[in-house]
């Protein structure tokens, strides 16, 4: 992919500075709007999960098998069940490009503006019928949407923000598979003429590594924004995310790093079965280029079974927890 130019890349600033600048309204007011759009709605979509995506997800993950099936001969046959968290990459966004936001990001959910940056922050999933109820190529399954809260929160270091968490239900044929919390934080959007202009790209290199036995290479990060269907920019466009939002470097997806951490879980602990839950948290951002591992910190014995702690850090600093029954 072609590194943006500065002429580019001050385009942005210019035009990124000029909407920061018109009348804000408040994280409250933000929030209201969207409880009183989504006010007793849920969304319903229905999708036929296919082998194709799937494939290219393992692929992108550098798995090439999905149980007993080798996924870079030939796409996962009707009946292969769909790895937990592997769900992420059906029901992808429909909108066109005119309707996604200033940094790209879909914006069906979003806080309204200024309040645009948006970083998933963490959320549960559940498998509340087992392997029996899991998804499967070939299954056609209903996805409903529900938006649960949008509270204003305030921080001194942050400032105003948006809390946004949505519930997703994927029902297939066999009842319901997947329930998918989700938590999204929006903040204001940055004046990029006060000095985010001025952050010093860092070159890409290989990444993300997950030191285990998982490796991807820094093209994965382009890969899973485009099986997401993810125009984000913060992902994939260096101009964009060292010169207007300040990073030091591409953002490696909170979903991909869930992912991961789901795989690991099942890999090490879960003798390939999907767990019963995972509650997880982004802590810090990763960087394409990071070096970093996913490692089981504890092990408690509860009244609903074992329960994991799996931490993805790097260098010793936490970049997402996640307990896991």
């Known amino acids: 992919m072609s590194r943006p130019s500065c002429r580019a890349s001050a385009q942005w600033v210019r035009q990124f500075s000029t909407s920061a600048r018109r009348p804000q ?21 229905h999708q036929l999960l296919d082998g194709n995506q799937l494939q290219k997800l393992s692929l992108t993950l550098n798995r090439p098998s999905i149980g ?27 909108g066109l490009e005119a309707s996604l936001g200033p940094d790209g990001s ?27 109820a899991c998804l499967r190529v070939g299954d056609e399954v209903e996805e409903r949407t529900t938006l649960l809260s949008a509270t204003a929160k305030k921080s001194r270091s942050a400032g105003e923000m948006v809390l946004v968490d949505v519930v997703k239900e994927l029902e297939g044929p066999r009842g319901v598979a997947v329930v998918d919390r989700r938590s999204w934080v929006f903040r204001p959007e940055v004046d990029a003429g006060g000095g985010a202009e001025a952050a010093a790209p860092r070159r890409t290199r290989h990444g993300p590594t997950v030191v285990r036995d998982v490796a991807g290479e820094s093209e994965c990060l382009f890969r899973f924004s485009a099986l997401t ?9 260096e101009g964009w995310t060292t010169a207007v939002e300040g990073h030091p470097g591409v953002v490696v997806h909170g979903p991909l790093n869930l992912i991961n951490i789901l795989d690991y879980w099942r890999d090490v602990h879960g003798h390939g079965q999907a767990p019963k839950e995972i509650v997880y948290r982004a802590v810090a951002p990763l960087y394409a280029g990071d070096e970093y591992q996913v490692r089981t910190a504890s092990l408690e014995d509860g009244a609903d079974g074992k329960k994991y702690q799996i931490l993805a850090e790097k260098d010793g600093l936490v970049c997402m927890k996640a307990d896991v029954l």
């Open 229 to 237: 269907f993810n125009g984000h920019k913060i992902h994939y466009n």
């Open 25 to 45: 309204s408040s994280a409250q007011d933000a929030a209201a709007r969207l409880l009183d759009t989504f006010a007793g709605k849920t969304v319903r979509q």
């Open 106 to 132: 879909d914006r069906t959910y979003n806080a309204a503006a200024p309040f645009s940056r948006r970083m998933w922050a963490g959320g549960t999933m559940r498998w509340p019928g087992g392997g029996g």
């Open 68 to 94: 007993a099936h080798d996924v870079t001969a030939r796409a996962p046959p009707a009946g292969t069940p769909v790895p937990p968290g592997h769900h992420l990459v059906y029901f992808t966004p429909a």
